[in-house]
């Protein structure tokens, strides 16, 4: 039986939406649940408003105040304007940008939010069609405009949409913008107060012309034009998994002159529903295996997938017998930025000024390599809205060289601020050119890079929790561990736990405190060990999810001892998860 006075609550808030200027097919919908004896579908619908965090929202569409809809959608755009209209007073006009991916209702909520812009006296610029994330970052400041809204729920499940706001440098908000967004949306306290009514004068289509100087843009990252022109026939696999990909990644990697790209037809079908995939996500396997099903009948060299909203990448490699493998998101990074240092340092444009960046629950193996090459490095919050404020903030004074984060996000070049699958396939691809044309496979270029580094093995395991009950599942499992952290990990020692809710690194042997320093605070945990194991713990800020993030490090001291040196570090992880109970 529910607790009754959670229910009396939804109750009273599904009755105001019934009383309320809502459309009759959002009202139909709300009167069903109330009907419905089984009363879990109203709870989750009514139980909470959908927050608006610092990234903007995300949910499952359907009618409620817990639920992605014109309502909610229109609620965090009224707040937004309401915003921008006070922090650029002085302009003749606020202009935005507003882009949006292939899932259902994307459209819909696009035109709602471009309507509701333009109400409030706002330029929108709307895409014509379906883009991916990086370009729409890219228009934001191509265009000189002060923010920008994509609709997305980038790699969530077919149910879901979302919403993310960026700022005038095309990356999504953060301090002070962020919460004063929030305190903003938070102010609408009713629908009456969203004005839907547009303004056809200021809205104006983006298309093709953008699109061109996006590619070229995407061009200009290519560090080695020879070496592609002698491996044009590089055959690549490609899969956009139904998404925003499907036009712009094949012709950026045409226009570096990769000639064959092969696709999967069924995969280039745009649409919300994902019909072959039952997750539309890179990171799982069973997303790529219609593209490695390809790759295996064409030989093709690498096989390459993003996601729906474009900004994400997967790739699978031969491994020495031939056989397709996938490259977990840390060893993207990891290759991206040895081969982007690399061919920086061979061209002589390290001057002492460069750095990379990467997310603090990414592999520290990226570290070791950006100080190998005296190459200055910082690590950062999980999103790349961090990533974005660095080259902020040094711009002018240091160069931006890549960033990147284990969950299969990268970012080559600075013209975008958001993580970029376009350019980073086109990179990637240059990457298995160069292998190809060294007499060699990424598979070897990895095992070379663990043999100069040290071997280094990543997982992430995370736990899904829907609804209220499940978020307050993820609470107690955090509190658990902040009150009652492991000792040790696979027989190793705790030396270092990192609390960023409260910016304290205690040093457990010494038994003494040092500060993090890191602008504001995250619910993030970390657990380190003497042999620099490393265990970090954090509820998704996107979806229903605590994830767990592993990281074993072991002796290689020959490239034939990498099967089992990666045998060992899986082992080990193993013992660390039972360890901690997940």
């Known amino acids: ?82 915003y921008l209209l006070q922090e650029f007073a002085d302009l003749d006009q606020i202009k935005v940008v507003i882009g949006y991916d292939c899932r259902n209702n994307s459209r819909l909520f696009a035109e709602t939010v471009a309507n509701i812009f333009s109400a409030n006296g706002i330029k929108a610029y709307l895409f014509e069609d379906l883009r991916p994330t990086p370009e729409i970052s890219y228009a934001i400041r191509q265009l000189g405009c002060q923010s920008g809204v994509i609709i997305t729920a980038s790699h969530n499940p077919k149910a879901y949409n979302g919403y993310k706001a960026y700022w005038n440098d095309g990356a999504q908000l953060t301090t002070p913008h962020d919460t004063n967004v929030i305190d903003e949306v938070n102010k609408i306290a009713s629908v009456d107060a969203i004005k839907f009514q547009g303004n056809p004068e200021l809205i104006e289509m983006l298309g093709e012309d953008m699109d061109n100087q996006y590619l070229d843009q995407v ?37 570096c002159g990769f000639n064959t790209i092969i696709n999967v037809p069924e995969q280039d079908v745009v649409s919300g529903d ?28 690498i096989v390459m997938a993003s996601d729906p909203d474009g900004d994400r990448l997967g790739i699978a490699v031969k491994d020495k017998n031939g056989e397709f493998v996938l490259v977990n998101g840390n060893q993207t990074a990891t290759l991206l930025t040895w081969y982007i240092l690399k061919k920086w340092k061979e061209q002589g444009r390290l001057t002492g000024k460069e750095y990379i960046v990467k997310t603090i629950v990414t592999s520290e193996l990226i570290k070791d390599i950006a100080v190998k090459n005296d190459v200055e490095y910082f690590d950062v919050y999980t999103g790349f809205k961090w990533i974005a404020k660095v080259i902020r903030e040094l711009e002018g004074e240091k160069t931006y060289i890549c960033g990147g984060e284990e969950s299969y996000g990268y970012l080559p070049g600075d013209y975008v601020r958001d993580k970029d699958a376009v350019a980073a396939i086109t990179i990637t691809a240059e990457i298995a050119a160069w292998a190809k044309d060294n007499g060699k496979s990424i598979y070897d270029i990895l095992q070379d890079i663990y043999l100069e580094y040290g071997f280094s093995k990543e997982k992430m395991i995370y736990i899904v929790r829907e609804g209220k009950s499940g978020a307050d599942e993820i609470k107690q499992l955090m509190q658990n561990f902040r009150e009652t952290p492991p000792q040790t990990l696979a027989g190793d020692k705790i030396s270092i736990i990192k609390d960023y809710a409260k910016l304290d690194a205690f040093h457990v042997l010494a038994n003494t405190h040092e500060t993090i320093d890191l602008p504001g605070t995250s619910n993030v945990l970390q657990f380190f060990t003497e042999n620099g194991y490393k265990v970090s713990v954090r509820p998704s800020g996107t979806e229903p999810k605590i994830k767990f ?15 089992a040196a990666d045998a060992k570090a899986g082992t080990i992880i193993d013992e660390i998860v039972k360890d901690l109970g997940i």
């Open 1 to 82: 039986m529910q607790n009754q006075d959670v229910i009396n609550l939804v109750l009273e808030k599904a009755q105001s939406w019934l009383n309320g200027n809502y459309d009759e097919a959002t009202k139909t919908e709300v009167r069903a649940m109330i009907a419905n004896d089984d009363k879990n579908a109203l709870i989750d619908s009514f139980y909470k408003d959908l927050e608006f965090g610092t990234g903007g929202l995300r949910g499952i569409m359907g009618s409620g105040s817990n639920r992605m809809n014109r309502y909610t959608v229109g609620a965090a755009t009224q707040g937004l304007a309401n």
């Open 219 to 255: 061009k200009s990252l290519v560090l080695d034009q020879d070496l592609i022109n002698r491996n044009s026939d590089l055959r690549i696999v490609y899969s956009p998994i139904h998404g925003t990909g499907v036009k712009m990644i094949p012709a950026a990697l045409k226009r």
């Open 274 to 301: 994902f019909p072959t995939v039952v997750s539309p996500n890179p990171e799982e396997p069973a997303a790529l295996e219609m593209a490695l099903n390809k790759a295996r009948e064409t030989d093709a060299d």
């Open 549 to 563: 993030y592993f990281e074993v490090k072991v002796p290689m001291n020959d490239k034939s001892e990498y099967e």
